[in-house]
């Protein structure tokens, strides 16, 4: 039988009563302990009697389907980090996962911590530049890929001497293998019950993610094992994942999203988790929901307006009735998509907010909790986060004032370091607080609600404008299915707000229909942020985890250089 009631009935009680010694307790450590993720993800649950229940559902682009229990998820990492220990790669070596979403990702990835190793997860869509500048950065001494990405990397193997080991997953022609590719064939493989696990403790490195930054080169958020306590008890509470469900999560674990939550926290709960490894359509996500009776669901606001954009025709010609909670990460989800959700799928859409350097959700929405459709929710249990002064970053408690939010260190899942760059590190914290470098207000009732990045603020007139607000209003108009709002240039004012929408199908654009979004958002928005101009446009320039990039739009009205872009999903 199902268990309807949710893992936490109280956010204020649990406010309260937390600490993370409960997550400790319930996962077994102590102070002082060995902790080892991918022991965490597969032992342990073996060992608590879950050996035989799936931890895996696998779906390939043809449809085709794999399961792995716990049980296999256990031999095969321990077979893959025994593989990878034979070659010679010894802990603390940085080990890059280039690929698709295939099983071996999800296994070479638990593997790697089994071994010690620092797991260095990377877009496998990334260019060979891309690629390049992040393992150049980490040094990265072996790369696990698919021979289909093959190419990329040997267009940048004679650059890369550091790079000892080319591990291929499918090569299925040796002789064309050079003398650093291997072969990793684990339908073939010595398959090894036992493997002695690297002896991490909480702070031995984990997870190297990079994150792209504004301008410059992207930076490398480096994790530690004992994450795994924050990533654990936040899908617990927040994403409320319990024994019995069916959980999906839409990331790749080339973004942290696909690894804190795609991988750790829900492993960590003993969870099946499915994976869709073939592009999005309606259709297909859809039909994925219905085939393996998908329970909760943690996607991104840009799916769920892509899914609003395709209409309600698609929903009715499946059953979804399995789905029984929603939440969404990466964007500000607008009010309009979570009244969508309710309406369509009979549920809101709970959103979160986190990024790569937090490891874990630091502000949410908690099932027991009343939704403000806009509003990101309130922090998680045991973590202080409140907001500084845009300018002097000094800590205030005002409510509904804009300022830059703010997170006391102390979590579990706190990034430890930039790969060398601890000056950029050192810049993230002022007066004992980690900035997050985006804006926010706080309500009487605590609850949080986005304005926009730092450096996606317009000012205009001296008066500061967040994206967000605007490009809500525009999403609420029946013709619009995305929006961004930038500054451009103006003699007087400094900046005023430029809009760019895509349409939904069926609508095309004209002057007319720019008039009547115009005048539909002037009753919504003040005089201040109304745009001066919409520019239709076809898609909207978005990262390869689905953010839109406003400095990319931003700079081509400015004239300026766009910056570092290898994250750009879409040519413009
Ligand atoms: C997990 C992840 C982090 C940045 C973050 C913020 C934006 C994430 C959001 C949100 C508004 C939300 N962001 N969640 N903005 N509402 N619920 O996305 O990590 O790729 O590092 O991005 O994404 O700007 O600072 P990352």
Not at 251 to 265: E, K, M, R
Not at 377 to 395: A, C, N, Q, R, S
């Amino acid at each position: 039988m199902f268990n309807f009631m949710h893992n936490i009935s109280s956010y204020d009680d649990t406010v309260k009563d937390f600490s993370w010694k409960i997550a400790e307790e319930e996962l077994g450590y102590k102070p002082g302990d060995v902790i080892n993720i991918g022991e965490y993800c597969t032992d342990r649950i073996c060992r608590n009697g879950k050996a035989y229940k799936l931890a895996l559902i696998w779906q390939g682009h043809k449809g085709e389907v794999k399961k792995y229990t716990f049980n296999d998820m256990r031999i095969l990492t321990n077979s893959i980090a025994g593989y990878m220990k034979n070659l010679g790669i010894t802990p603390g070596e940085r080990v890059c996962l280039f690929m698709d979403k295939v099983p071996e990702l999800y296994l070479g990835f638990l593997a790697g911590l089994k071994l010690g190793a620092i797991v260095q997860p990377l877009f496998s869509a990334f260019g060979s530049e891309s690629l390049i500048t992040r393992l150049e950065d980490a040094k990265t001494s072996a790369i696990i890929t698919q021979k289909k990405h093959l190419p990329k990397v040997r267009n940048i193997m004679k650059d890369m001497d550091y790079m000892k080991y080319v591990i291929v997953v499918d090569e299925t022609d040796p002789t064309h293998l050079r003398e650093r590719e291997y072969i990793l064939d684990i339908e073939n493989m010595e398959m090894l019950d036992k493997f002695d696990i690297y002896p991490s403790t909480a702070e031995t490195p984990s997870v190297l993610h990079y994150t792209s930054g504004t301008t410059g080169k992207p930076k490398g958020a480096q994790h530690v094992h004992y994450s795994v306590i924050s990533q654990y008890i936040t899908s617990k509470y927040s994403l409320d994942l319990k024994e019995q469900d069916i959980y999906w999560c839409t990331a790749d674990p080339g973004w942290v999203t696909g690894t804190s939550y795609g991988i750790i926290g829900p492993w960590a709960n003993g969870v099946t988790q499915c994976v869709m490894d073939a592009g999005f359509t309606a259709e297909n996500w859809y039909s994925f929901i219905e085939r393996h009776r998908v329970t909760v669901w943690y996607s991104a606001p840009t799916a769920i307006r892509a899914l609003m954009k395709e209409g309600e025709a698609a929903i009715k010609r499946h059953d979804l009735s399995s789905l029984r909670y929603l939440a969404s990460i990466g964007e500000p989800l607008n009010a309009e998509a979570v009244l969508w959700s309710e309406k369509v799928f009979g549920m809101k859409f709970h959103d979160t907010y986190w990024q790569t350097e937090t490891g874990s959700m630091v502000v949410s929405n908690y099932p027991c909790m009343k939704v403000k459709p806009g509003s990101m929710g309130k922090p998680f249990p045991g973590m202080e986060v409140g907001l500084v002064d845009i300018k002097t970053h000094k800590y205030f408690d005002k409510k509904g004032v804009v300022g830059v939010i703010a997170v006391r260190p102390g979590w579990p899942a706190m990034f430890r370091a930039y790969w060398n760059n601890p000056d950029k590190y050192n810049e993230k914290f002022v007066d004992g607080w980690y900035l997050c470098g985006d804006r926010a207000s706080i309500d009487e009732d605590g609850y949080f609600w986005f304005v926009g990045r730092d450096d996606d603020v317009i000012n205009t007139a001296g008066h500061l404008v967040g994206p967000f607000e605007i490009e809500s209003a525009l999403l609420e108009h029946p013709a619009v299915a995305e929006s961004a709002a930038v500054g451009k240039p103006d003699q007087i004012n400094m900046e005023v707000v430029k809009a760019f929408v895509a349409l939904k199908p069926g609508f095309e654009e004209s002057k007319m229909l720019e008039l009547e979004i115009m005048n539909f958002i002037r009753k919504k928005l003040s005089p201040l942020a109304m745009p001066q101009e919409v520019e239709f446009v076809d898609s909207l320039p978005k990262t390869r985890s689905g953010k839109i990039m406003r400095r990319v739009l931003r700079a081509k009205e400015w004239g300026e250089e766009i910056g570092d872009i290898s994250t750009l999903e879409n040519d413009m």
